[in-house]
């Protein structure tokens, strides 16, 4: 740096001898002479650092929108390691001197973007990327995206001046957009050692002609000093010589001929290969006007049509992806439904197991519960009926001890039975409907049943009275028939009909109701005697109503047809 006078060169040096240990002042003068003077990079230098890291101290750098994600290293304090490779740091300077001196660029570790960020603040240009409102950011493994630097004028702005849309990350990086998008490349390298750099970058990087014609294209832009290890590598590979250096690359069908300069990027001979279109060494092949005319005239007429024709077929082949990972997605959507289908389908097939398993169940249950209780109108069926049978008995041996027929004390009833049949007979006065009652239920004992086989016992063990004990049957039946009222109940929670069936006179139609303790001479409707009516009561199927039709064969009574037309006989 020409603008330090020797007291400021002089304490520059000394500053780096007293970091790094070092004691010859021309070793440390050429470290710094070779760094711009900055001793903070000459130090990272001597100690095998990134000195690109580190701010200069005698530039003035605008904070930018950059994501720096590297830091400085923090700076090793001497030590023993340090005496035993202080040899090796003194060896390594003197090469670096004679570089220097030779004018042979030295590389150095520096990242892409900086370059980028150095060449803004020297041209005072924005990258035209930067303008865009929306750019697509990619990963730096895969592809590396466009400058993030932050424009400090707008690209609108006539007096603003552009620069082309340099990708940020590694050489390799740009080739591999260009192979993988089918477009054109194209490599920058300068080196700032060259007096015809600085005027390269001021006029034909900033040419708007230039630039917009790179941007139209789509062309990929990547740059760097070859002081910098990646530009150094890719200077290597492009044969470049002499800078600023101008190298143009695209795929190109494979040739025969081995003399071609190509880049090899695949070992399929039926696939397009990447090759070096062409190279512009000096001033005048990198004048923006030559550049225009050669990208306008020659390389874009012959390359373009090939780079569409890719281009398409990549479009088709991602145009047929799409439709694969469509129609997979309708697969796999249709797969789902289907499986939903299938699931609500066993669902509801398991819903109407369950609705027929507890049907079932509740059909077993009902079909219990009527065959418990068809048992208990069975059991009470045979219960009821050996008291009828009973009570038949008792009739039987009381014989004519109520009273004959016809006398003046008797009340003479005409009883016409559910059969159809009549019965006429006679009852005393002081008799109860209890007696009455217990005459017609001897009367339906199915007929099949012989008197003789009558029991001599009730089923709760009462013996057959006397003949003159006919107080005490009607007792013993009074008493039965509370208990059975209070046992058996229906579904309204009333008490059940002990008798199963109602007498009514023929006319007028009058119920004669069952009641303990009544005598026939009580009854209004009997006092007189006449014609009555038995009817059963009850569902067919109630375990109270008659067995049987009854013949009138067990009791005092003679079934005779009187000649009385009653209600039933007109039904």
């Known amino acids: 740096m020409s603008h330090l006078d020797a007291r400021q060169q002089q304490a520059l040096i000394a500053q780096l001898k007293a970091v790094i240990g070092a004691t010859d002042d021309d070793v440390a003068a050429s470290v710094l002479e070779s760094v711009g003077w900055d001793v903070q990079r000459a130090a990272d230098l001597v100690f095998n650092s990134d000195p690109t890291i580190t701010t200069s101290t005698t530039r003035h750098m605008e904070p930018l929108n950059i994501d720096d994600s590297e830091v400085a290293p923090p700076r090793p304090t001497p030590s023993s390691f340090s005496i035993f490779a202080f040899p090796f740091h003194i060896l390594s300077n003197l090469v670096r001197f004679i570089f220097s001196v030779l004018r042979i660029p030295i590389p150095q570790f520096r990242a892409p973007d900086r370059w980028v960020r150095e060449l803004e603040e020297e041209t005072g240009a924005v990258s035209i990327?930067?303008?865009?409102?929306?750019?697509?950011?990619?990963?730096?493994?895969?592809?590396?995206?466009?400058?993030?630097?932050?424009?400090?004028r707008t690209y609108d702005d006539p007096a603003t001046k552009i620069l082309p849309e340099f990708t940020l990350g590694s050489?390799?990086?740009?080739?591999?957009?260009?192979?993988?998008?089918?477009r054109i490349g194209c490599v920058v390298l300068v080196s700032e050692e060259h007096d015809d750099v600085a005027e390269f970058k001021r006029t034909t990087l900033t040419d708007p002609t230039f630039v917009n014609l790179l941007h139209e294209n789509n062309v990929v832009v990547w740059g760097g000093d070859v002081r910098d290890r990646e530009a150094w590598s890719a200077a290597e590979k492009l044969q470049a010589t002499t800078y600023p250096f101008v190298a143009f690359l695209a795929l190109q069908p494979r040739r025969a001929s081995a003399s071609t300069t190509t880049i090899s990027t695949?070992?399929?001979?039926?696939?397009?290969?990447?090759?070096?279109?062409?190279?512009?060494?000096?001033?005048?092949?990198?004048?923006p006007t030559a550049l225009c005319a050669h990208l306008t005239n020659q390389l874009l007429p012959r390359v373009t049509p090939f780079l569409n024709r890719i281009q398409a077929v990549q479009r088709e082949r991602e145009r047929d992806r799409s439709i694969r990972e469509a129609q997979d997605a309708a697969f796999r959507?249709?797969?789902?439904?289907?499986?939903?289908?299938?699931?609500?389908?066993?669902?509801?097939?398991?819903r109407k197991a369950r609705e027929a398993r507890e049907r079932g169940a509740a059909q077993d249950l009902q079909r219990k519960r009527e065959q418990e209780q068809q048992l208990a109108w069975e059991k009470a069926r045979e219960v009821r009926?050996?008291?009828?049978?009973?009570?038949?008995?008792?009739?039987?041996?009381?014989?004519?001890?109520?009273?004959?027929?016809g006398t003046e004390k008797s009340i003479r009833l005409a009883l016409r039975l559910p059969s159809g049949g009549r019965i006429l007979h006679s009852f005393l006065p002081t008799e109860t409907l209890t007696t009455l009652y217990a005459f017609v239920d001897a009367q339906l004992v199915p007929p099949g049943i012989k008197a003789s086989e009558d029991p001599d016992v009730s089923p709760e063990g009462h013996r057959i009275p006397s003949s003159s004990s006919a107080a005490k049957l009607e007792e013993t039946l009074e008493g039965v028939i509370a208990a059975y009222g209070k046992d058996q109940r229906d579904v309204e929670g009333k008490e059940s009909d002990w008798w199963s069936f109602t007498i009514l006179l023929s006319y007028p139609r009058v119920s004669i109701p069952w009641r303990a303790g009544v005598s026939l001479g009580e009854v209004e409707a009997l006092r007189e005697g006449g014609q009555v009516v038995v009817e059963m009561l009850g569902s067919p199927g109630s375990p109270l109503r008659a067995n049987g039709n009854g013949s009138g064969s067990g009791g005092q009574g003679e079934e005779v047809d009187d000649g009385y037309a009653t209600e039933s006989d007109e039904e």
């Open 129 to 152: 990327g930067t303008t865009r409102a929306d750019t697509a950011a990619t990963t730096a493994t895969d592809s590396a995206g466009p400058s993030s630097l932050t424009a400090r």
């Open 171 to 182: 050489y390799e990086d740009a080739l591999h957009i260009c192979q993988r998008d089918a």
């Open 266 to 287: 695949s070992s399929s001979n039926n696939q397009p290969i990447l090759t070096i279109l062409s190279r512009h060494q000096t001033p005048v092949n990198t004048s």
């Open 333 to 350: 959507d249709t797969a789902r439904r289907d499986k939903e289908r299938i699931l609500e389908k066993i669902a509801e097939e398991e």
């Open 385 to 405: 009926e050996g008291w009828r049978r009973w009570g038949r008995r008792v009739q039987a041996q009381q014989g004519t001890s109520r009273g004959q027929i």
